[in-house]
Structure formats: structure tokens, C-alpha cells
């Protein structure tokens, strides 16, 4: 008997980031993702050219709302973003996310010149290729943007994050500046797509898209962002050029400010250890978005990245 | 404490206690004022102003400072406290005189089977009627020669609200259904005595009437209350009416006459739709067909001669010109079609008259045309520096079409909210019952949006699946062309009554793959462009 085996007609768009000298940048290495045709791990499917990547995230303040369990990792540096991306490098991320909180207008509100020199500052010292993304205030963030693509030309970034608002802005600073663009919608499949059209409608090649679904926490809707991200792929194997782009989740976001993550071990005796579980939680809901097809996933915590990188291992050679 | 209230322009005159509203007192008067809210104080539309006299009102945002000097108040939030004299501003006049009436073609459709002379048992002038939640249409029918006068006007129930959710509210209140069956009664009395009039014939002489309307208006028709219809489970009182009699409506033919309604199929696929069925034939059809009529709420029925299954979106009343800024029925004066190149605009109106509104198939055409000329993106958003045309109007950005007319960021989005709620309710239709659109002989397309529906832009726009143009077959004012069937053939009446026992409904709004398909359909002309393959060639060019 023959084992009945899909076979794909379309693939996911392979797009690089970062550049090393020979191609212009000053990275250390470039970082592939995508290029697949066949689901996740499933490799008698078709082939796999490049593993799932994990980045860490880097703040040009220091985060707020964080918990001990994660500002403890990280010491004094968390109010220096170079320092803290050095740190992060060692912590073996594949790239560094910068989150240039201080622009936000209810924050810091600094200006794009002060966010363009953060940028330079953090490319100076780590080797990594970078994601940048800004504060979350769509106004504000095409409002700076323009200028941080110019303070990383040639680095071939990954900037962050378009919305169906900002989008023009974004695709035409990511192209004067030679970056790719994560394109960010409500969780629906028909939504990513049509912003995928829109974007490529005004030029923008999409081969440089990465298509960000808005996800969510395990136990906080997990479930549906698993099958939005399974329908995209599935729509890419099936040869949609609008839905072939690589997937990115902000896991780390999306976990540390669960209850879970932040309770007290007084409040809630029967949950165990605060300090392994926000872990714990992390390193789960990461294995579920990699599972359903994702290629960027974005963490806070260094055993996160470890224990991540021993799973993905171990698939690909499987 | 009693006042007494002069309504201007139309010199009517009413004694009302200071709790009655000015509207409610209008309304008594016998004068039309436009309320969507059925009289909550949240539409703004019923403003009127006061000449004389003094009135207790409260605030509203609907009245600016500078018309509140000029004594505009909102009428359903105005109480009298003395003798007052009221002028009613043509904004807020139901326009009655001026409907609709243009042309034979958007009432006899051409290339419908002719009606046999069945064994009609009625006498020898009948009367047909379409009943709309906008409009009231009346044919006066000889049974035998078939002679017609027709008549039209607004729904007089539109003083108690637009849509018929908020009649349904309203009919809720007390008195309310009464009020509702009086004024749709009083309305057909009038243009049936009007059509009477021109014909020389006595409404005496007249001994049948037969209705076709949505099943809210048919209730009210009947004076049987609709509320339950907008309640879960969402079911009518009745789908068949039993005959009623002349005398007991209060319909003014001979007393001892009969008035028939068109069986509904659901509480919201109603007697209108089931008279298009019958006007078209597709009960008869040997091939696949759709029949789509784009009223206020985009009903489709999908089938053959062996099966139909049919739904209701909620496309609302863009298509006859409701919730566009310049959009209007389709009458004399209504921009009917568009064409741009780049910065010229030129446009034909109905009756070539002055540009005073857009009616459905000119906002069709409009919108086809910003996105042919890359005005708008294929999300329907306005490209900025694209045109001359583009300009920040009150609240956002318009394109002018005169120096007054325009259409806005948010018509654009209305609109594409109400085509895509239509194609995917026709796509889900057809998948459901496992066929494809390619496999359709036919699609059918009934509405008042004007004669001037030009397919091959509502193709682009992603309103009508991507057939070629001989396929389709727009006949206009189905319901009442249905009605005017059963009313000269009893056989045809019969057959109304088979389709609405055996025809499918299917409840969109608990379906899934519609959800779906809804959200893929917002988009021009939609997200998956393999389903519009010429429309991509264009859009390639």
C-alpha cells in the first residue's frame, strides 16, 4: 500500500534579513526564513529549506509592566538598549526585535531623531540583523518611521508594524531604505490578504511582506489564531502568491501579561512557582505557534530561547 | 391644556394637549414629515420650524446653533405651549408627488411570459399592489382588456421609521400597529383614488385587491402586529393570509371585495419575493437560475423547476439611494451613470434634467469608475492627490461630481458593504447546494435602482458574479409585475402559493461560511480575484 502524501502546488516566499559586508551591511550573518512547501516539520511533504527563528526583544526604555522574572534575566542593562542587545546575542536569539517604545506620545514622546540614533547605537553593537518595530501609535509610527529605515539602510531590517492605516508610508520608507515591512491585521485570513494586495498594488514587492495575524496567549484564544495561521498556510501550499508570505507572532507580548505569568504564588498556591511558570507558559505557547506555521516567533525570556531551539532541532532533523 | 398647530406649507390644522409631540401631531394632521427613528430623537430628519408660538424642545445636536435661531426644533421632541404655526422644510417632507413614475419599463419588464387568462372569478377592474418598506406602487388593472394606470409613492409609514426593525419597535408602542396599518391603508386609498380618477372607473366597482410585500408589511397590511418578527425565533405571525375582506381593512373598493396577500416564505423572504418568482418564472425554469432583487434587504432565491432555496441579506438601502449623502430614488434628476477621464466628469442624469442626486445604478457606476481610474483602492479607500476632484468635504474626503453633489469616503464604504453582503449570499447559495456560478443559465435582477444598471460595471464592483453579459436580465419592479399575475390569474396565484410552501430558506446570519465569504467580499472587487477573471484582465491593463 502506498502512503497517500500531499503533494503542493505553491511555496512560501523564502525572505532574508540582514545584510553582512559582502551585501552592503554590517551583520554578522543573514537570517532565512520561509521557502518551504510543505506544513510544518512535515518534510516527506516537500522540502524545508529553513527552520522557524526566534528574536528577542529590546526596549529603548525600560518596560513598565514587566515582571521580576524577566527583569532579573536582564539586570542594569534594560536601560540601555545596546547593552541589552549585546546581552540578548548571547543569550543565542537568532535576531533582536528593537521596540522603540520612547516615541510613544503618552510615554517619552521622543522625536525620530533620538529613536533613528537608538537604532544606530543597537546595529553597532550586536552583529544581528534586526527587527524594528515602533511604539504601537499608528500616527506616530509613520511618522518616524521614514527616518529609522533611513538610519538602517543597507541592513535589510524587518520594520514594523503596517496597518491597513499606516501602510503607504511604511511600504515606501521600507523600500528608499532597502527593508522588508511586517504587515499587521485583525485575525482573519481574508483581511491579511487584502492588505498583502494593497500592498503590492503601490509597487511593493510581496516577497518582502511578513504577515503578522494578531495572535493571542495560550488560554486567550490560542485556538482560533492556530487555525487563521494554518488556513494562511495551507492557502500558500495551495499556490496563493497573496497569502505566501512568512508569519510572524509576538509570543513574549502576548504571554507576560496573562494572569498566569503575573499572579503571586500567595494569591494562587495551587498554580507552582511563579518564576517557572510565565516560563513555562512562554516555552508552551511558542511550540503551538511553530506548530501551526510560524516563522518569526518574538521572546522575552532566555530559557524560552533555549529550550525553543532544542524543539526546532529536534524536528528538523527528524 | 389644548393649542392648536397650523402646519405649513400644506395649511393643515390640528388641535393637540401639550404631551403630543409635534410630529405625532403632524402625523395626525395628515402631514408627512421623514423620521428614520420613529420619532427617539436620534435621526435629526423631522426638523421643522416654528413661525409663531412657543414650544417646549430640548436639545439636540441635530440642530446647529445658527438654525436654532431661525427657530428650527427637532418635531419629535417639541411640545406645544401655545397656538403655534409650523413650517415643514422641504428636507423634511415625505416627498409624495414626485416618486418613481418614470417610464412603463421599470414596470411591465420586457421578455416575461405573458399572463394566460386563467379563469380569473373576479370582477372586471382589479387592483395590484406592491407594498416596499420605501415605496407603495398600485396598478389599477382592467381583467380584461389589462389596461393600467399606476400609481407610486413613499411607504407613509416612513414617519415612523425607515427600516422595519424600527416600525417593528414602533408598532410595539401603543396604538402603534393601528397607526401603522392606518397610514399603508390611507396611502393605496389615495393612489388607488387617484388611479381611479384618470381611469373614470369607481373604486365601487372594484371587488379584489391583491398585495405583495416583505412579511412586515404584509402583516401591517392586516393590521397584524409584526413585532415578533425581529424576536427570537424571529417567526411571523402568519407566511399565509387568509382572504380578507375590503370593509374589515379599511381598503376603499366596493366593501363586499377581497383583499389577497402573497404568501411569505420566512420572516424576512416575504410575498415580494415570492411575486418576483413568479414574475420571472424561475419555479418553470428548466435551467439554473439566480434572482436577485436588490431592494432594501438583497434577497436571493437560487433554483430550477425542481428546487429553490433562498436567503436575505442585509445589504441595506444603498441600491435604492438610502444612507448616501446625494443618494436618492431612481427619478428625474437622478445621475444614472458616470464616466471619468482624468479630470473630466461626464454623466447622464434621468431625463436629462439637472443633477440634483445619485440613484442606485449611478453609484454603481461611479464607484466602478474611481476604481478603474485608481481614485479608490481596492479596499474602496480614496487614493490622496489622485484626482481635482478629491476634496475634504464636511467630515472627510468627497468626490465631487458638481460643485455640490459628491460621493464620500463613507458612501464608498456603505456600498461595499451592501454588494459584498449580495455576492456572498449568492455564492454561499449556490456552493451550498454544490453547484458553481458557471453552471447558472441565468441571473435575474429586479430593484428600483434605476433602469441604467450597467452589468459590466456591476461586475467589476463585485456585486454580480462574473458571468458573461447575456446571462443577465434586469426586470425591475418584479414584485408588483408578480402581483399583477396572481391578480388576473388564479392559476398564477396558486403557483404563488406552491413556491412559498417548497422553497428553502436558509438563515445567513447563523452560517458560517457566509461569516467568511462576507469579509473576502469587502474588497474590490473581491479578495480572491480568480473568482472575477475578466475583471482581472482589466484591472491588469
Redesign the interface.
Known amino acids: 500500500m502506498e502512503p497517500a502524501i500531499e503533494k503542493w502546488s505553491g511555496k512560501v516566499y523564502e525572505l532574508t534579513i540582514g545584510a553582512t559586508k559582502e551585501s552592503g551591511g554590517s551583520r554578522s550573518k543573514k537570517v532565512k526564513i520561509g521557502g518551504m512547501s510543505a506544513l510544518p516539520f512535515l518534510s516527506f511533504e516537500g522540502t524545508i529549506p529553513n527552520p522557524p527563528v526566534i528574536a528577542m526583544e529590546v526596549w529603548d526604555v525600560e518596560p513598565p509592566d514587566w515582571t521580576d522574572v524577566l527583569k532579573n534575566e536582564y539586570g542594569n542593562v534594560l536601560n540601555d538598549p545596546a547593552q541589552w542587545a549585546k546581552k540578548c546575542e548571547q543569550m543565542g536569539c537568532d535576531l533582536i526585535c528593537l521596540r522603540l517604545e520612547s516615541v510613544n506620545p503618552d510615554g517619552k514622546n521622543t522625536s525620530a531623531a533620538d529613536a533613528a540614533k537608538t537604532v544606530k547605537n543597537v546595529l553597532s553593537a550586536t552583529t544581528l540583523p534586526l527587527l524594528i518595530i515602533g511604539c504601537g501609535n499608528s500616527e506616530k509610527d509613520s511618522s518616524i518611521i521614514t527616518e529609522i529605515s533611513e538610519a538602517a539602510k543597507g541592513e535589510n531590517c524587518l520594520l514594523g508594524i503596517a496597518t ?1 492605516e499606516n501602510y503607504k508610508t511604511y511600504a515606501a520608507a521600507a523600500l528608499s531604505g532597502g527593508h522588508s515591512v511586517i504587515a499587521e491585521t485583525p485575525l ?1 485570513i ?2 491579511e ?2 492588505l498583502n ?2 500592498m503590492s ?1 503601490m509597487g511593493f514587492s510581496p516577497e518582502r511582506i511578513v504577515i503578522h495575524p494578531t495572535t493571542g496567549g495560550l488560554g486567550y484564544g490560542f485556538e482560533y489564531c492556530y487555525s487563521i495561521i494554518e488556513r494562511t498556510r495551507l492557502a500558500a501550499l495551495s499556490g496563493d502568491k497573496m497569502m505566501s508570505q512568512p508569519i510572524i507572532t509576538f509570543v513574549g507580548q502576548e504571554t507576560w501579561k496573562t494572569k498566569e505569568c503575573q499572579a503571586d504564588e500567595t494569591d494562587m498556591p495551587a498554580w507552582g512557582s511563579l518564576k517557572e511558570r510565565g516560563i513555562l507558559w512562554e516555552i508552551t505557547t511558542s511550540v503551538g505557534y511553530i506548530q501551526s506555521g510560524c516563522d518569526i516567533i518574538v521572546v522575552n525570556h532566555p530559557k524560552t530561547v533555549k529550550e525553543m531551539k532544542n524543539y526546532i532541532n529536534g524536528l528538523m532533523v527528524r | 391644556m389644548s393649542c392648536t398647530i397650523k402646519f405649513l406649507p400644506d395649511e393643515k390644522e390640528i388641535i393637540v394637549d401639550d404631551k403630543t409631540d409635534l410630529l405625532t401631531a403632524a402625523i395626525k394632521a395628515g402631514v408627512s414629515i421623514y423620521s428614520s427613528c420613529g420619532g427617539a430623537g436620534t435621526c435629526g430628519k423631522c426638523k421643522v420650524v416654528v413661525n409663531t408660538g412657543e414650544v417646549e424642545t430640548s436639545v439636540s445636536p441635530f440642530v446647529s446653533a445658527e438654525e436654532k435661531a431661525k427657530g428650527y426644533v427637532l418635531a419629535c421632541k417639541s411640545f406645544c405651549k401655545t397656538d403655534l404655526e409650523v413650517f415643514v422644510p422641504e428636507s423634511s417632507r415625505v416627498g409624495k408627488a414626485e416618486i418613481l413614475m418614470r417610464g412603463e419599463k421599470i414596470f411591465i419588464p420586457a421578455g416575461l411570459p405573458a399572463v394566460k387568462k386563467g379563469k380569473s372569478a373576479f370582477f372586471k377592474t382589479g387592483v395590484a399592489v406592491d407594498i416596499g418598506t420605501t415605496t407603495v406602487v398600485v396598478y389599477l388593472v382592467d381583467l380584461d382588456t389589462g389596461e393600467l394606470c399606476a400609481r407610486a409613492m413613499y411607504n407613509p409609514q416612513v414617519s415612523f421609521g425607515e427600516d422595519v426593525i424600527t416600525r417593528m419597535i414602533f408598532a410595539e408602542s401603543e396604538d402603534g400597529n393601528r397607526q401603522l396599518h392606518q397610514s399603508l391603508v390611507d396611502g393605496i386609498n389615495e393612489l388607488m383614488e387617484n388611479c381611479a380618477k384618470e381611469k373614470n372607473v369607481f373604486l365601487n366597482n372594484i371587488n379584489v385587491l391583491v398585495a405583495a410585500g416583505n412579511t412586515t408589511m404584509t402583516h401591517t397590511l392586516f393590521g397584524l402586529n409584526p413585532s415578533y418578527i425581529r424576536k427570537i425565533p424571529y417567526l411571523p405571525k402568519m407566511d399565509f393570509l387568509p382572504v380578507s375582506s375590503a370593509k374589515k381593512s379599511g381598503i376603499r373598493i366596493n366593501e363586499d371585495g377581497v383583499i389577497k396577500a402573497l404568501p411569505s416564505v420566512s420572516a424576512y423572504v416575504g410575498g415580494d419575493i415570492v411575486a418576483g418568482v413568479v414574475a420571472c418564472a424561475l419555479h418553470k425554469s428548466e435551467d439554473l437560475a439566480i434572482f436577485i432583487d436588490l431592494g432594501t434587504n438583497g434577497e436571493i432565491v437560487f433554483g430550477n423547476k425542481e428546487f429553490l432555496v433562498c436567503c436575505s441579506t442585509s445589504a441595506g438601502p444603498c441600491f435604492e439611494g438610502g444612507g448616501i449623502k446625494w443618494g436618492m430614488r431612481a427619478q428625474s434628476g437622478a445621475i444614472e451613470s458616470l464616466t471619468i477621464s482624468g479630470d473630466n466628469i461626464s454623466f447622464n442624469t434621468i431625463s436629462n434634467q439637472k443633477p440634483v442626486g445619485i440613484c442606485g445604478a449611478g453609484i454603481i457606476s461611479i464607484i466602478t469608475e474611481l476604481l478603474l481610474n485608481g481614485i479608490i483602492d481596492r479596499s474602496g479607500a480614496f487614493v490622496k492627490n489622485s484626482s481635482k476632484n478629491l476634496k475634504s468635504g464636511e467630515e472627510e474626503l468627497e468626490f465631487f461630481i458638481t460643485d455640490k453633489i459628491s460621493i464620500t469616503a463613507s458612501d464608498i464604504k456603505n456600498v461595499i458593504n451592501s454588494k459584498g453582503a449580495v455576492f456572498s449570499g449568492c455564492d454561499v447559495l449556490v456552493k451550498k447546494m454544490g453547484f458553481e456560478f458557471k453552471q447558472l443559465s441565468q441571473v435575474i435582477i429586479a430593484g428600483g435602482l434605476g433602469n441604467a444598471l450597467d452589468i459590466k460595471k456591476s461586475i467589476i464592483l463585485g456585486l454580480l458574479p462574473d458571468l458573461p453579459i447575456e446571462k443577465f436580465r434586469f426586470i425591475g419592479n418584479a414584485s408588483v409585475t408578480g402581483a399583477k399575475m396572481c391578480l388576473l390569474s388564479q392559476e398564477k396565484f396558486n403557483e404563488a402559493k406552491f413556491i412559498a410552501e417548497t422553497m428553502t430558506y436558509i438563515d445567513l446570519s447563523t452560517d458560517n461560511e457566509f461569516m467568511n465569504n462576507y469579509t473576502a467580499s469587502l474588497f474590490l472587487p473581491h479578495t480572491n480575484l480568480r473568482l472575477f477573471p475578466t475583471v482581472k484582465n482589466i484591472m491588469e491593463k
Open positions: 491597513k482573519d481574508n483581511l490578504k487584502q494586495i494593497l498594488d
